[in-house]
Every structure is written in structure tokens, then in C-alpha cells.
């Protein structure tokens, strides 16, 4: 049986290197979160979210799922952005996806994949929105890259249609969502322009930011 060792070893020293910095690191952090961001992103082991924006334990209030997906109707991913805006009151929600996605990949494709081909009907469904247009590139690679593109897109907008959000911005609470895509090749995030702070925001910079992912 494997005790996984090398990385409880792996931690010990990252713990003692953190302690080393700031000896009171962890009594700090202990006391309580207090983030100004929710990271809804994916769970590729490539994407660690507080390393990608230089945050440290307890700056950053993270949510990751296959392909960066905000269903309407998951409870996961709700209850995360409730707890997230209503209790810890941040005022940014990042939704932060990545060129290269595998659950991307996968939604282009006809593919018989299992379960998960339900988990990534939402894109599929993207896909049918924006056929005509994403077949007319021509180029796989750059195809793709739109519709990562696209997903972080409409599901900024889940997250601006959620119940939470738009009570949030009713009660006159600060809160702005954003999207991103990050470059697995370079290390470097890609600004979509999806800044929202309020619902008469939420449509215009929809399309325009649609507009521009297809058009380049």
C-alpha cells in the first residue's frame, strides 16, 4: 500500500519554508478568509489559480470543474458563488478558463465519452449556437481557441444570471465578474474584456465580446 510519503514530505518542507518567510503565516491565516476574488475555473492539474495570479492561502476563494462550466442547475458551483458573494463578500468572481482545454476538446467531438459527455452538454450547446461561424475556420487549433473562448463567455453570463449576483447588485453590493483565458504555453491570462458590474452591463458586453472571440 502506498503511503503517498514524498508528498506528506513534500509538505512538511513547504510549511517550514512558509514559516521561515513569515513565522506567523499560519496564525494569521488560521484566524479567518477574507478574499476579494472568486476563481470559477478548471481542474487542470496545469491551472493552479493562486500561483497564476501570485495570491497567497486565504486571498483567493476557489471553484474548479471540468472545463469552467456555471450550470444553472448545479448546486456545487451555486452554493460556491453564494457563499462567496453573500458571506465573504468579495467583489470580483474571475471565471478563468484555458487554451487547450480537454473538456473542450472533447465537446467538439461526436465522440461516446460517458458520463461526462453530459457534464459538457453545456458547450455543446455553445457550439450549436455559433456553428456556422466556428466551421467557417478553418484551422483546428485556431477553432478551438474560440470556443474556449466562447465558454469562458457564456459562462460569465451564467454567473451574472445566477440569483445571487443579481440580487447582489439589487442590494447595491460592489461586485464585478470578469473572464479570462489563460495561455498554457506562455503562462500569461488573456482578458476577454467581460468586465460586468451591473445587469444593464451584461448583454451589450455579451455580444461585443462574442463579436470579438469569432471575428479575432
Known sequence: ???????????????????????????????????????????????????????????????????????????????????????????HVIVCGHYGCGGVKVALKDDDNGLIDNWLLNIKDIYQRYEQELDAIKDDDKRHEVMCELNVIEQVRNVCRTTVVRNAWKSGQSLTVHGWVYKLNDGRIKNLGTEISNPDELDPCYRLTVNKAITG
Open 1 to 91: 500500500m502506498s503511503t503517498l510519503e514524498h508528498l506528506l514530505k513534500n509538505n512538511e518542507g513547504w510549511a517550514q519554508h512558509q514559516c521561515a518567510d513569515d513565522p506567523d503565516f499560519f496564525t494569521k491565516i488560521a484566524r479567518r478568509q477574507s478574499p476579494d476574488y472568486l476563481w470559477i475555473g478548471c481542474s487542470d492539474s496545469r491551472v493552479p489559480a493562486e500561483d497564476l495570479v501570485g495570491l497567497l492561502p486565504g486571498e483567493l476563494f476557489v471553484h474548479r470543474n471540468i472545463a469552467n462550466i456555471v450550470g444553472h442547475t448545479d448546486l456545487n458551483v451555486l452554493s460556491v458563488i453564494q457563499f462567496a458573494v453573500e458571506v465573504l463578500k468579495i467583489q
